[in-house]
């Protein structure tokens, strides 16, 4: 089994990256969203014991799945767009890119600028969600059984929204300062 390990793959690794503030936020928040995920794992999990074997469901588990799901998403997509994970037609861009790099890459730069602009925009338009939910004191379950406030889960959209809008930003900067250099990989 043991035999089985190429060594030559492990020592051809990636090299350390430099410090990279925006990538540690990004990579942070993201890491926020999968430790949420597995956390709401465990809670649906002991829903279901609870319910099956003991006949003790855990009040509002639905409620808190369906919220959870908006608030991950929205913590890890930052980081999702700044490693380049988003879903993309590569296929096109590729091809532009080796016939002509100089407008594959103004191509790439417009992707990140509009991205940029539709992150922002996310962000921006959820701010008031925010503000009325917490003027407003909005909650979702069933009050005097089992209730949670709904701003903080509008306002991690908010913050995905933003931290989206600094990926792309992030990336369309990277892109123009290589744009008179040679296209790798």
């Known amino acids: 089994m043991a035999d089985d390990i190429d060594m030559a793959a492990l020592d051809a690794a990636e090299k350390p990256q430099p410090f990279d503030p925006v990538r540690l936020l990004l990579d942070g928040l993201a890491a926020v969203g999968t430790i949420w995920t597995f956390g709401l794992m465990v809670l649906i999990c002991a829903d279901v014991i609870g319910r099956s074997f003991l006949n003790a469901p855990i009040t509002g588990?639905?409620?808190?799945?369906?919220?959870?799901?908006?608030?991950?998403?929205?913590?890890?997509?930052g980081a999702t767009i700044?490693?380049?994970?988003?879903?993309?037609?590569?296929?096109?861009?590729?091809?532009?890119?080796?016939?002509a790099p100089a407008l594959g890459r103004a191509i790439e730069a417009l992707f990140y600028l509009t991205g940029a602009a539709v992150m922002a925009f996310v962000a921006q338009s959820a701010?008031?969600?925010?503000?009325?939910?917490?003027?407003?004191?909005?909650?979702?379950?069933?009050q005097g059984l089992f209730t949670v406030p709904t701003w903080p889960f509008r306002a991690l959209i908010v913050l995905?929204?933003?931290?989206?809008?600094?990926?792309?930003?992030?990336?369309?900067?990277?892109?123009?300062?290589?744009?008179?250099a040679p296209r790798q990989g």
């Open 61 to 77: 588990v639905a409620e808190i799945a369906a919220h959870s799901v908006v608030g991950i998403v929205f913590l890890q997509i």
């Open 82 to 99: 700044y490693h380049r994970r988003m879903t993309r037609a590569d296929f096109l861009i590729e091809r532009i890119l080796a016939r």
């Open 127 to 142: 701010w008031p969600g925010v503000l009325n939910s917490l003027e407003r004191h909005e909650f979702f379950g069933v």
């Open 160 to 180: 995905g929204g933003a931290a989206g809008a600094l990926a792309y930003a992030s990336l369309l900067f990277l892109e123009i300062r290589r744009f008179g």
